[in-house]
Structure formats: C-alpha cells, structure tokens
C-alpha cells in the first residue's frame, strides 16, 4: 500500500470517526435537550402547583378574616342592640308604677324574709308607702330606684334588694335572646347567626 493509499485510508477512517463522535454528541445533545426540557416541564408543573396551592391557602386565610371581622361586626352590632334593649326595658319600668302599683310594690315588700330591717330604700313616691308596711325602718327615698324595695338589717350585714331594676337585670339574659330574635323577625333579617 502506498503511502497516498495509507493517509487516504487513515483519513477515511479519521472521518468516520468524527462522523460518528459528531453523530454520538449529537445524540448526547439531544438526549440531554430532552431531559432538560422533561425536569424544565416538571418544575414548571410544580411550580404552577406550588402556586395554586399558596393561591389556596391566601384565600382561605382572607375568607377566615374576612369571616372574623364579619363575625367582630356582628357581634359588636348585637351588643349595642342589646344595649339600647336594656335602656328601653329600663325607661319603660315606669309604666308598672302607673296600673295597681300599690299591690305590686305589697307584692315586692312581702318577698323579703321578715327581718328587722334598718333602712328601706325605695321610688321617692313610695315612702309614704314604705313607711306603713315598714314602721321601724329608715325609709329613704332613692331616685335610682324606679319601684320595689331594697333593705337592710343593722349595718348592711343582710342586704335584700327587690327592685324592679334588679328583678329586670336578673331576668335579662333570659329575656334578651328572645328580644333580639324579635328585632331580626321585625327587620326581616331572620333569626341572629350564631356564633
């Protein structure tokens, strides 16, 4: 074999094997390409997951708020209801004083125990009252007092207090429920939400 022959031969074999290196980084490239756009797409998904997911929880977290603060409004709203509830049963005690209040304030005066009462507050339009059906106390007329009785033995060690104010604030948190159910009925709002 000449020596043209030879180069030639070494050439082509050269050759090929560049052809086929070239052939072989190719196939590496693109498989490569391949495997990068695979874990590209892949963590694109999980993002667009990761995503959705804090999208989620931010709004379930604002509905949360959203649903405290709308709670905190209703609540405070029901409280001043309540409120002014209270203040219109107060002002309107003065009404039991005007049909047969002498028997109510008889009444009030024979729910306490027989004691020997020192001082009796009441209405100032129920002293003269108070001093016949309690001859030995102190009656003392008390603008606070809108009727009933509130009494005491020698230096306050027993204190009964029967007042139409008293017997009103210890039925409040019974009647209360059933007057702001009655405002919502009247409203047309329905029954209060519950807690």
Partial sequence: MSCKELIDSLRKGADERISKLWEDAEHEAGAARADIARKLGQQRGDGEKQL???????????????NNQARA???????????????????SLRALRTRDYEAVFGRLSRELPALAWQTVRVNPDDV?????????????????????????????????VNTLEK?????????????????????????PAGP
């Fill in 73 to 91: 409004l209703r609540l405070a709203a029901e409280k001043e209801l309540a409120d002014q509830l209270l203040a219109a049963a107060l002002s």
């Fill in 128 to 160: 003269a009252l108070a001093k016949r059906i309690f001859p030995d106390a102190a009656v003392v007329g008390d603008r606070n007092i809108t009727g009933g009785v509130d009494a005491a033995t020698e230096d306050g060690a027993i204190r009964v």
């Fill in 52 to 66: 959705a997911a804090a999208a989620r929880i931010a709004e379930v977290k604002a509905l949360s708020e959203a």
């Fill in 167 to 191: 017997r009103l604030e210890r039925a409040w948190s019974e009647l209360l429920p059933g007057l702001i159910r009655d405002v919502y009925e009247e409203a047309g709002h329905g029954a």
